[in-house]
């Protein structure tokens, strides 16, 4: 059976790997500019040996966890109640907070007597560091040393990794004296054992507080160890509830809530952070190694799925995704894939990403009314840009521009998208509106003009006919050849979501019934997540029943809820068509943040139009 996950985190530390059924955490991460990318600290995952877990000995024997029942406080914050293995009598709660604004996390651990007769017992915390892993999309071993040893800082163990000089540092701190405390370094690893002996009465609990610094050295680790346990675990957590409970949304539906509410967090945590060693602000697909392109940019990913939902929650959190793009990311934009440094990763140029800038700031300046941003030098000089690059990837003769990959990143059949060309017919019109207070309406209005200019070309040249209707092709080569078919990350049918034509035009409600036919390989009707894939995974896409919702389909929507298992409730590339459970993509952090914006212009504010 595959493991099941409760990730959580806050901008700076990333908790991936919470194991459901122990309450183990398998590794913890950060996000380096230096590497380009994030830095795991893993245990012994060959022999599934956790980096932390729970450590309970009773009678001269170690129990383990059972039967754990989780819930995230405000819908983030994993708590779990559970009973230890052969003893009815003892109850156990663990809750693992990774406090907003602070470099660590906190591990809450209670035991609770609930027999007639008292109890003694070692409750604490155990692990193996047994692995220091550089991941960008692919994890490789880094090279260094291991180093376990005690400090006045904190009174206890540092953990640092070198490499000539300390390359990041992690250290626990106790608000309880701990008179367990072993710690062994060898063989490239470090084991240890942080504990406190009980002896419990009848009715009687105790709780134990491990707070796990990160940093670049050892005071770095220790004093943000020390800080958090300096304010407290009750403070930390009346905090980060509160900055979630700003932020969460209540529809009345509690399921609906739920759901709404971890995709959208996940998407705050696990699609941005801040980098350990130079404190930057940046934008990734997903900060989980589960995902199978993690710790890159894209500017479709983070501005066209991600964005929306974080905009609709924080404004000032989107403005500082927006300076980080226009800043950082903007030297290569529409460029296939970028390392968080702005950077090329992966090369091939992808016209639906080059109009992504362009579609974050617009929605940007009508949620805020800060119209004024556009003048900024950095705005102003990012919208030059992609007007200059879109300016060569325009046909010769005819008003349609061509890109080289297509939304999922894979190859081209022809250059001529029609979703993207749409996407190109919407930023102009948008950068025709923001613009026009300053550069006037002789700009506008030649902006606006090449818009229509594409608009007519693609219906005069992307459209097809197949089974006697008219219908939009996926894509043309201007030149006789078009296909019918569709992809979800760049899907036809959301043209009436960007304003192209009205959701009843006639060309547009044939491609939808073309592609959601039976006949239609990848539109899987008639199955319980009866939604669009593609090529690229062949099966039902979430992004597709987020482009459902965006479409107005929300009884289509309820009705699939149930099966909606996904990657533990929390959004992926694709799901089983039958049982609704992951296929591919796990902890796809961007995807969780676009289903939690289809579902808010669903559920909670109506909006299915930009």
Known sequence: MMKRYVPTGNEQIALPLIEEGSGAIESINFLHMGYKGIVEITGDLAKDLPLFEPYIEAGGRKLQLRNLRWRRLNDWVPAFEAQAEGSADLAFEGTLLAPVGERGFVYRLQAANNGKAAVSLALGMQGVWAGTLHTINESKPMQGTKHAYESGWNHSYVFDFRHTVSVFSFAPIFAETMDIAEVQAGDDRVSYRFGQRLELQPGESKELHFYWGLGFEEVGSTTSAKEMMRKGYDALLGDTLRWLEARRKTSGDAKLDELFNTNLFFNFFYASGLTMDTEQFVLVTSRSPRYYVSAAYWDR???????????????????????????????????????????????????????????????????????????????????????????????????????????????????????NNVLVVTILRYIAELLEPSRGAAFSGELRDTAEQTKRAIYEHCVCEADGKKMFAWSVDLQGGWNIYDEPPGSLTLLPFYGFCAWDDEIYSNTVEQIRRPEYKYSFAGCNIADIGCEHAPHPWVLSIANSLLSGRKDHFLRLLPHLKMDNGIACESVDEHTGECVTGEAFATCAGFLAYAMYCAFYEGETKQ
């Open 301 to 419: 990913d983070s501005l066209l799925w991600s964005f929306p939902s974080i905009l609709i929650a924080d404004p000032k959190y989107a403005r500082n995704m927006l300076e980080y793009v226009f800043d950082i990311q903007m030297k290569n934009v529409g460029i296939h894939s970028r390392y968080i440094d702005g950077t090329v990763l992966e090369p091939g140029f992808e016209l639906d990403e080059l109009c992504a800038p362009i579609i974050a700031l617009y929605q940007y300046v009508k949620r805020t009314g800060e119209r004024e941003i556009v003048e900024e030098p950095l705005f102003a000089k990012g919208i030059r840009k992609i007007l200059d690059v879109l300016a060569t990837k325009k046909h010769p003769e005819i008003a349609l521009y061509e890109t080289f990959l297509q939304p999922t990143d894979d190859m081209i059949v022809y250059p001529y998208l029609t979703y």
